[in-house]
């Protein structure tokens, strides 16, 4: 009988135990999830900027492009729009600008940031990628206008209609940008 007393007082203070450690993080977890969240909600905008996006155009060309914030120190800070393609034979331009176009006629042509993609020990930046300033996108264009990109490569341009969600992406870059730059 004394053994199942022993037993029975054990499993109790297992069980009271454990209770107490669910009580402390339940409790720590109400405590953090506020803060979890209200982090998550003023991070949303620049969450959603980094974006993969797939193109192609009329000929063929298929090319990724990826919008983010630059994030070496050494490189001046702001928002990049990189091209890749997705073939070997397209070899993008590291010198030229990257031109958009609107349907109204508004241009926009973004510094090529190409060397930002390598250290600065000399590598080689890599044929098929190529990096743009997305700061020089000023004014953003209207959510409700077309885009046109026209990527600079070995060959002359690749022309590329962006979709409507990509637009809104690069117009709502400016809330963005306008948020950090109050911080």
């Known amino acids: 009988m004394a053994a199942l007393e022993l037993i029975s007082h054990y499993v109790c203070n297992v069980m009271t135990s454990r209770i107490r450690v669910r009580a ?47 994030p070496f120190p ?43 993609m390598v250290p600065n020990d000399g590598s080689t930046v890599p ?13 953003r264009p209207s959510e409700a206008l077309p885009l046109h990109l026209a990527v600079p490569t070995s060959n002359g341009a690749l022309d590329f209609n962006l979709r409507p969600e990509q637009v809104m992406e690069l117009h709502a870059m400016g809330s963005v940008q306008g948020s950090s730059d109050q911080a």
């Open 24 to 70: 402390r993080l339940t409790r720590w977890l109400l405590g953090v999830l506020p803060l979890l969240l209200a982090f998550m909600v003023g991070a949303a905008p620049a969450l959603a900027a980094d974006n993969n996006w797939s193109l192609s155009d009329r000929a063929g060309h298929r090319l990724t492009a990826q919008v983010f914030e630059q």
């Open 74 to 116: 050494e490189y001046p800070s702001g928002m990049r729009i990189r091209f890749s393609a997705l073939d070997a034979k397209t070899i993008l331009d590291h010198k030229a600008e990257l031109v958009l176009s609107d349907s109204m006629g508004q241009e926009w042509s973004l510094p090529n940031r190409s060397e930002e």
């Open 127 to 139: 044929s098929g990628s190529a990096q743009f300033d997305l700061n020089a996108l000023m004014p």
